[in-house]
Every structure is written in C-alpha cells, then in structure tokens.
C-alpha cells in the first residue's frame, strides 16, 4: 500500500522558519522524482520544488534561495527546509512522488505564517 506522509508543517512568524518532511512506503522511493506544492484557500495548487531520482532541483521562483528541497533514499523520506518565511508562503504542503505514469501525492501538511 503506497503511503506518503507529510509532517512539520505548524504556525510560524515571518522570518522564520519550517522543515517539512514525508515520509513514503509501499514503492520504490528512490527511482520516483520528489516533489512539493501547495496550495494557499482560493487559490490553485502549484509546484514549489523538484528533486529528481538523481538528485537535481528545482524551485519556483517564489522561493528561490529561501526553501531547500533534500532526499535522504535510506530513510525514504524527502524534506523542505523553508527559512526566512513570509506572510504569501501561507499554504497547505503537499508531496507528490512520480515516475513514468505513476503519480502518489500525501495527505497535506498545513504552514502558517502570520505574526
């Protein structure tokens, strides 16, 4: 059973900062590309990072130089580190694995920056 399970996800000020992580089971994680979205109420989901099988990235604009995406294949989790928050990156967090034509998303993890 294919399971992917985000976390870290909570209140937090501008400035600051969040790690997320999601936890996968029931694939092989490390032939999937991983990746985060979100998505903010009104508004339409949309990508945020990308790490490949291989170990690229890519980012949206939006958080270039600000968010870090990671994969650790042993512990078949993938992470966002998200420093220097603002008050727009306010948003459900959702992971998504694929590969080929096979597409598994989590559950959403809710982040919230607000003073």
């Known amino acids: 059973q294919v399971q992917l399970v985000a976390s870290g996800g909570g209140l937090v000020q501008p400035g600051g900062s969040l790690r997320l992580s999601c936890a996968a089971s029931?694939?092989?994680?490390?032939?999937?590309?991983m990746s985060w979205y979100r998505q903010a109420p009104g508004q339409e989901r949309e990508l945020v990072a990308v790490i490949t099988s291989a170990g690229s990235t890519n980012y949206a604009d939006s958080v270039k130089g600000r968010f870090t995406i990671s994969r650790d294949n042993a512990k078949n989790t993938v992470y966002l580190q998200m420093n220097t928050l603002k008050p727009e990156d306010t948003a459900v967090y959702y992971c998504?694995?694929?590969?080929?034509?096979?597409?598994?998303w989590g559950q959403g993890t809710q982040v919230t920056v607000s003073s």
């Open positions: 998504k694995a694929v590969r080929l034509l096979l597409t598994y």
């Open positions: 029931g694939f092989t994680f490390s032939s999937y590309a």
